[in-house]
């Protein structure tokens, strides 16, 4: 069992940058948790939820193109915890920002891929994340 525990959320203006982190909580060896896959979707009202980054077992990332090169997803296996570097924010990024991990995508080709992400085993209850104009 894994629990997810977002932070780092906040109101920025755009051009901002904000650095979201999620701590991992679980009984599951360390060992065992840097093999799952881990990353972020987000939802904005009125929308789907979208995936926004990936990091796979070998430290391999994938991103949704309307992030790509803004956002940087990262891990620290000894601290249990994951985080989404955001830069150059914009409104359109404004949304409720979740985390997740997954024991059975260990890697890119085993589907450690953004359109994956909402439906992972594990999810954390979200950080607001908001970009005003």
């Known amino acids: 069992q894994v629990t997810l525990v977002e932070s780092g959320g906040g109101s920025v203006q755009t051009g901002g940058s904000l650095r979201l982190a999620c701590a991992a909580r679980t009984s599951t060896s360390r060992n065992t948790y840097s093999n799952y896959c881990m990353g972020w979707f987000r939802q904005a009202p009125g929308k789907e939820r979208e995936g926004v980054a990936t990091?796979?077992?070998?430290?391999?990332?994938n991103y949704a193109s309307s992030v790509k090169g803004r956002f940087t997803i990262s891990k620290d296996i000894g601290k249990n915890a994951f985080y989404l570097q955001m830069n150059s924010l914009t409104p359109e990024d404004t949304a409720m920002y979740y985390c997740?991990?997954?024991?059975?995508?260990?890697?890119?080709?085993?589907?450690?891929?953004?359109?994956?992400?909402?439906?992972?085993?594990?999810g954390g209850q979200g950080t607001q994340v908001t970009v005003s104009s």
């Open positions: 997740a991990a997954d024991p059975t995508r260990s890697s890119l080709g085993w589907g450690c891929v953004v359109h994956t992400v909402p439906s992972f085993a594990y």
């Open positions: 990091i796979d077992r070998n430290g391999d990332t």
